[in-house]
DNA sequence: TCTATAGTTCGCCATATGGTGAACCAACAA
DNA sequence: TTGTTGGTTCACCATATGGCGAACTATAGA
């Protein structure tokens, strides 16, 4: 499935900046129409829009025209998506039987903890 | 906390690719030197540690030389940070006692479930 | 009908990202 | 000492990203 990949990255990648992750927590709390979206942040129009488009992309918000309002509102499973391979991924970790030979290492290779 | 903002934002970023969530996959299962890490990698050594590179600045990984090797070995707190924005989230949704106005907001302006 | 409002599109720009090849340094190993 | 190996650095390139302002479309309201 590596198509699976291409929906982590953009997923992923959609989180890594700040006004996104506004975006979604404010959503999170309710639809909301894009004027009302992008009042909190600087930029202009476009730039947010931009936002917005890779957000939708990511499949992380869906939004809908009514007239001349885009109304978006949040995905919560793509979250769980993302969720979902950092949670196997520690699983991945906690799981595994060999942690002592990891620990062994660490001590033949003393690290500094600073 | 601002800091914390860029912290998500390299966080996430490091994991918006696949090749650098392969390799955090591949040091979950323990500690590597890097040439090892790079095998199963298409690009150039340089470019590979481009990658490394971005995971140490954001904390996924932390590296360290014995002589000429240098050992690279998962963060897993790091991890957790990640996961731990992205259930905070969750758990927004969650325990929304207003979902119902979501719900009826949905019906009122009903999508296409495509 | 006229006007204000909500979005959209376009061309532009600076910087970041992800890759390359070539030259280089430092440690083992023979 | 002389290779060879593991990493590193450098200059360079193409494309992606994130922002802008200006011009445009379309609906809602007076």
Do not use: Y
Not at 3 to 22: E, G
Not at 26 to 46: D, H
Not at 92 to 105: K, N, P
């Amino acid at each position: 499935m590596v198509n699976q990949q291409a929906a982590l990255d953009s997923l992923f990648h959609a989180l890594a900046d700040p006004t996104r992750r506004a975006v979604v927590s404010r959503l999170l709390k309710g639809a909301a129409p894009v004027k009302q979206l992008s009042e909190p942040f600087e930029m202009g129009l476009p730039a947010f829009l931009k936002h917005l488009s890779v957000l939708e992309v990511s499949g992380l918000i869906r939004t809908e025209k009514r007239g001349r309002v885009r109304t978006c509102r949040v995905d919560a499973e793509r979250l769980a998506a993302a969720e979902g391979w950092l949670s196997q991924q520690r699983a991945l970790w906690q799981g595994r039987t060999d942690r002592l030979a990891d620990f062994v290492e660490s001590q033949t290779h003393p690290e500094k903890t600073e």
